[in-house]
């Protein structure tokens, strides 16, 4: 066995590993004494202790404070995943000593909080009322990290394109159609046929710049030979669209589909127009080197009855 191999099987304890993520996180060695409740030069001395054990160097010393190498990556990045791993093993052991089903970290998407998440998680207490479920609502790039890192057991959501998913194991849930709608007094509500240049003089509601579908609408408009629209507001919340094509001679691009009406809000109006956006569908993802836990299968479990539950309301309307 090589000195690094040693290293890293032997003499790596928990407490360097927590170390290196505060050094990672506060790039200040200052803050992470004072978090640490430890003297500077105690942090100094057990960074440098495990930069001559590795036989890199994890961390630059800038005029900005500490900087990560490629090195420093890496370890983090691996340090994170066994912090996480043996956090879920105490709460698994404390969900077994106490007679609960333990807690599941979720990261999701604003369609999934306002439409199948409540259903989900509303099934998931009937049926194991002591699984706790912390839910994090954020841009599916920034959940991909934080499940890279660790920080999270799934997402749910629009599943992101498979190079972004590398190392991830992701299970389809729904393929909802994604639509163009209006507000009912809309000027095209209720038109038999709608052509894309009816759409220009109209203000719009768009997903955000680095969304997943802000680039498949763009190519859209790019496809019809149109610009991007100039009036227009940007969000992914449904209960807002829905709400502000409600006021305003907006048109928005509709996610969720129609199923899921809200009872202070009016209806919305789908204008007759084939979108062809190559999108990917709805889903749930997790790292593929880091199986689920029982109470995170259960709500997966919970969101798959869900989606299938939607699916057959909507074959029976049509």
Not at 44 to 49: E, H, I, Q
Not at 65 to 72: F, S, V
Not at 146 to 157: K, N, T
């Amino acid at each position: 066995m090589g000195k690094l191999d040693w290293y890293l099987n032997v003499n790596l304890k928990v407490r360097h590993l927590r170390l290196l993520v505060a050094v990672y996180d506060f790039r200040n060695l200052r803050q992470v004494a004072s978090n640490s409740y430890i003297t500077v030069p105690a942090v100094s001395k057990a960074l440098g202790d495990i930069e001559r054990a590795l036989g890199v160097k994890l961390f630059e010393r800038t005029a900005n404070g500490l900087r990560p190498t490629a090195y420093g990556e890496s370890v983090v990045r691996h340090a994170r995943i066994v912090l996480s791993t043996l956090n879920q093993t105490a709460e698994e052991i404390r969900a077994l000593q106490t007679g609960s089903a333990g807690k599941v970290y979720v990261g999701t998407s604003p369609i999934m909080v306002s439409t199948i998440m409540p259903k989900a998680l509303t099934l998931l207490k009937q049926d194991t009322p002591h699984t706790n479920v912390e839910i994090r609502e954020n841009r599916m790039g920034a959940l991909v990290q934080e499940l890279q890192r660790g920080d999270l057991d799934m997402i749910v959501g629009r599943l992101p394109n498979k190079s972004d998913t590398v190392g991830l194991r992701e299970q389809v849930l729904l393929a909802p159609q994604t639509k163009l709608v209006t507000g009912p007094l809309h000027p095209l509500a209720g038109k038999t046929k709608v052509e894309w240049s009816d759409l220009e003089e109209f203000p719009w509601v768009l997903p955000p710049v680095g969304s997943l579908l802000r680039e498949p609408i763009e190519n859209a408009f790019a496809r019809h030979g149109l610009a991007m629209p100039s009036n227009y507001i940007e969000t992914l919340s449904n209960h807002l669209i829905r709400a502000y094509l409600q006021f305003n001679d907006a048109i928005a691009i509709h996610t969720g589909d129609v199923l899921y009406p809200y009872a202070d809000v009016g209806p919305l109006n789908v204008l007759p127009i084939d979108l062809k956006l190559v999108t990917r569908p709805l889903g749930a993802l997790w790292r593929d080197d880091k199986p689920l836990a029982p109470s995170a299968m259960s709500l997966l479990r919970c969101l798959e009855q869900v989606c299938s539950a939607d699916v057959a309301v909507a074959n029976h309307a049509d």
